[in-house]
């Protein structure tokens, strides 16, 4: 059983960045693939940064030059770095781990998930 803990979140305004970092237990990240999900509030959760085991990272669309994620296989962490950040990136971040994940951005494929935490980008 993997136990996921994000941290990092808070408030900001447009422009800033932030460093989301999750911290797992029970399982190596580096078994895994990890990824990032978000929900703002009245959206369906989205993905957002996934990282293979064996290949490269992929993101969406909304954030590609502005985040970057990473995993320390040592540390067992998995983090994400956001620049430039936009109000449309408000959100409840979530890691998740998962094996044998088809699709990167499918909930459904991934087998455990943090509680989540809170980012908020003002204008």
């Known amino acids: ?11 900001v305004q447009a422009g800033g960045s932030l460093r989301l970092s999750c911290a797992a237990s029970g399982g190596p990240v580096g078994t895994y693939t990890m990824a990032w999900f978000r929900q703002a509030p009245g959206k369906e959760r989205e993905g957002v940064a996934v990282i293979y085991i064996y290949a490269g990272p992929k993101y969406a669309d909304s ?3 502005r985040f970057t994620i ?3 296989n040592a ?7 956001m620049n430039n950040l936009k109000p449309e990136d408000t959100g ?8 044998g994940v088809m699709y990167a951005f499918q909930t459904s494929g991934y087998n455990y998930w943090g509680q989540g935490t809170q980012v908020t980008v003002s204008s």
Do not use: H, P
């Open 92 to 99: 409840v971040y979530y890691c998740a781990a998962g094996r």
């Open 70 to 72: 990473s995993k320390d």
């Open 1 to 11: 059983q993997v136990q996921l803990v994000e941290s990092g979140g808070g408030s």
């Open 75 to 81: 540390a067992n962490t998995l983090d994400l770095q």
């Open 63 to 65: 954030v590609i030059g």
